[in-house]
């Protein structure tokens, strides 16, 4: 069919017949409450529409369609003649095709008019076969949740991404997801919305059961609208949870590791890896495997480890190879051959990976895969994913703007330090580039210390993102807040030293007690059911009982188990400006610091594995973490001078530090792990809320300390702190000192009490 062309409607080159009259006449009269600016630019964009039409085959058809369409509401009549003038159909498609846009219609116009918009996209994705399936699944769904449930909305979300082919779902799926959706509408519309645009996304590799499942838990959890939205978009980290805990199969954040070193072998240089989540919503991503050109996204649950594993070398092979970005300006993209040609630099490089591919697909491939492969093939092989060229090429051109921006206003900063914040930024989900400015300049103020020295800024701090629970909407804000670390400052100086001079005695005292914490080689068990040799005190007992008619016990072995104590803990030292406050002539920072030191000395003769941090904020962007001793490190001269060196700096946000500090642990092995807090004051940040939202981060991040087998213990000497320390965590143990003076004598009783 000819498409509509541009023309002057007073200068026809042919006489109108009397239906392309009547038609345009009609839609006269249904804009006539129009403003006439408005309505005389339509009737002319229709008029030039109808006189093309009516020259067709089967213009009779689409007009008699459009007078019907014009009788229900003038607002159908043009999206309808130019989708019409798109199509290459017969009446025996048009007809039907009509009929189901009129019956939209009566049930919601602007779904009506989405699905006549969106057909040439459902027939180029789905063929003209499917078409009529499609839109009746919209009818369906709108006439099943009835006039109370308001569900035009995910209705009209649902045209758009059907009609794209969104993550390869077959129409039976969307059926699924329609009936999903249509209780969530039932509660908030917008939330159905969000699952039909974003949310079905995240039941990618659900069955439909635990999709089902998952709906139930969004609608039981959440109380809010934007709680609803949050969780039903995929966005929130309650909703990934949710679907993690149902779904069968491979987490990812179990092996991201060991999938990143795979890939840094396979390519030879170190390779960023992280969660989808941060993609869904984008247009064309499927909801699997991707890459931006800097970051592989994986999905956080897979059927197998294998499965996964191939979706990450495959995108790594995409990651280093630039060739299939040269097709992405042009009109028609064809991913496949692309995709082929990556799966064959993989084998080369790991042949034993086709084996590992049959076992993917379940089936045998074709025994020249991947050298050729049927290009007709529409949905992908389980590992491929998408290719995103304008994902990569917009975040190649963000980085570049933005790096010409920043290389007036910071010098001193290496291009390629900027260029790693970026794309760390970026592949949390952040694309616009006006908001990555303005938030990189936030983020890259704070990390420059007192002197912008790009050599440490490059050596010494490292960059670490941590969630944030916000209790207004009981979900997790998601790589909310900025956490560096650093070491402290090892300037020489005599704190220590003055120390130990003027508490040799104690010193002393200190590391005798510890040492004697040390465990024996062998403890030996007397009456035990078994053992390495005969208890013989036991043996004469149960010979004497025996004998006087009592049964004979079995407990007549000695037991030789060698104990090992195997404890590590972490000290948190709060640096907030108030610990500068003045208490009997000494500042609270040196009485911590004292405890500490104190402490120190006991640990080193014990043998307990350790580590010190100072910490304090100025913001979500600058949560500081100095380190004064890592667990890797020896007590020695360079820890004494940074921890001498700690001073008043900040604020408090603790929630942030107590999730670092739970990562550090995580990556020691010990069976009993503890975490202990030394803080003057509540929980105080910049935009950090009030007590009530600082409260509840600090004791939400305390109960994920306590999940991850984690014992944290909080020491204050703020004497209001038992009021929020109860709310903080009350199955947490912790401790008001009546005076500050008292802490370095107990610190160190307390730690032998809880590990003993």
Not at 566 to 571: I, K, R, S
């Amino acid at each position: 069919m000819t498409n509509p062309v541009s023309y002057n409607a007073n200068q026809l080159r042919h006489p109108r017949s009397a239906l392309a009259s009547e038609t345009y006449q009609l839609m006269t009269a249904s804009v006539s409450h129009l403003r006439t600016r408005k309505s005389v630019i339509l009737l002319d964009q229709v008029l030039e529409q109808i006189d093309v039409i009516d020259q067709t085959p089967y213009g009779e058809n689409i007009l008699k369609g459009a007078a019907e369409l014009c009788r229900l509401n003038w607002a159908l009549i043009l999206p309808f003649l130019e989708a019409s003038g798109k199509l290459h159909q017969t009446n025996d498609f048009i007809v039907p095709w009509t009929r189901l846009a009129c019956e939209l219609a009566r049930q919601d116009i602007d779904v009506a008019v989405t699905f006549i918009e969106q057909t040439p996209t459902a027939i180029e994705h789905r063929g003209a076969a499917s078409l009529l399936f499609w839109g009746e699944l919209a009818l369906e769904s709108l006439i099943a949740a009835g006039s109370e449930v308001k569900m035009w909305k995910a209705a009209r979300a649902y045209l758009i991404e059907a009609a794209a082919y969104q993550c390869g779902y077959p129409l039976s799926r969307w059926k699924f997801f329609l009936d999903q959706t249509i209780r969530i509408a039932a509660v908030s519309a917008t939330a159905a919305e969000a699952f039909v645009q974003m949310g079905n996304r995240m039941c990618l590799l659900l069955t439909d059961t635990e999709t089902a499942k998952w709906v139930d838990e969004g609608l039981d959890a959440c109380r809010s609208e934007q709680e609803l939205v949050n969780f039903f978009s995929g966005t929130s980290l309650k909703a990934l949870e949710a679907r993690d805990d149902l779904a069968t199969g491979i987490a990812l954040k179990d092996r991201i590791q060991t999938l990143t070193l795979i890939c840094e072998a396979a390519l030879g240089r170190p390779v960023k890896m992280q969660s989808n989540i941060a993609l869904i919503g984008y247009k064309g991503f499927s909801g699997g495997a991707a890459t931006d050109g800097r970051t592989i996204f994986l999905p956080d649950t897979v059927r197998s480890f294998g499965l996964l594993k191939l979706m990450a070398l495959h995108q790594a092979m995409l990651l280093d190879h630039s060739r299939y970005l040269e097709n992405g300006g042009k009109f028609f993209f064809d991913p496949v051959p692309i995709h082929v040609d990556a799966d064959k630099r993989l084998i080369e490089l790991l042949p034993g990976l086709l084996t590992e591919m049959k076992t993917a697909l379940n089936t045998d491939l074709p025994t020249t895969y991947p050298h050729k492969l049927d290009k007709k093939i529409r949905l992908p092989l389980p590992w491929w994913g998408d290719i995103l060229p304008e994902l990569i090429n917009q975040t190649n051109a963000t980085i570049a703007l933005i790096k010409k921006q920043a290389s007036d206003e910071y010098e001193d900063v290496p291009p390629e330090v900027i260029e790693t914040l970026l794309a760390a930024m970026m592949a949390q989900g952040e694309r616009d580039g006006d908001a990555l400015w303005e938030m990189f300049r936030e983020m890259l103020d704070n990390m420059v210390f007192d002197s912008p020295d790009a050599e440490e800024l490059q050596e010494n701090v490292r960059t670490f993102f941590y969630k944030e629970w916000d209790q207004n909407f009981s979900d997790y804000k998601l790589d909310w807040c900025l956490v560096r670390q650093r070491q402290a400052n090892d300037d020489s100086n005599d704190f220590v030293d003055e120390l130990s001079t003027r508490l040799h005695g104690i010193i002393t005292l200190l590391r005798r007690q510890f040492m004697k914490l040390k465990p024996e080689r062998f403890r030996k068990y007397r009456a035990q059911p078994y053992g390495d040799a005969l208890d013989i005190d036991a043996l004469v007992q149960a010979h004497v009982d025996m004998r006087t008619g009592s049964s004979l016990s079995e407990n007549v072995y000695i037991r030789r188990d060698k104990r090992i104590r195997d404890v590590a803990v972490l000290f948190l030292l709060d640096l907030s400006g108030s610990t500068e406050e003045m208490v009997n002539n000494r500042r609270v920072i040196d009485v911590q610091k004292e405890a500490m030191a104190l402490m120190a000395e006991a640990l080193d003769a014990l043998g307990d594995p350790y580590a010190v941090f100072g910490f304090s904020s100025e913001g979500r962007f600058r949560v500081d973490m100095f380190s004064v001793k890592d667990f890797s490190e020896p007590y020695d001269e360079k820890v004494r001078y940074r921890l001498g060196n700690l001073e008043p700096l900040g604020l408090t946000r603790m929630g942030a530090v107590i999730r670092h500090a739970v990562y550090k642990l995580d990556g020691i092995s010990a069976t009993v792990k503890l975490l202990v807090i030394l803080t003057d004051g509540r929980p105080y940040d910049l935009e950090y809320g009030t007590l009530d939202y600082a409260v509840a981060d600090t004791g939400k991040a305390i109960r994920e300390a306590r999940h991850a087998r984690i014992h944290p213990f909080i020491i204050t000497s703020d004497q209001k702190g038992a009021e929020y320390l109860r709310r903080i965590s009350s199955e947490t143990q912790s401790i008001v000192l009546p005076k500050i003076e008292s802490l370095p004598a107990l610190l160190p009783a307390l730690y032998k009490r809880l590990t003993l």
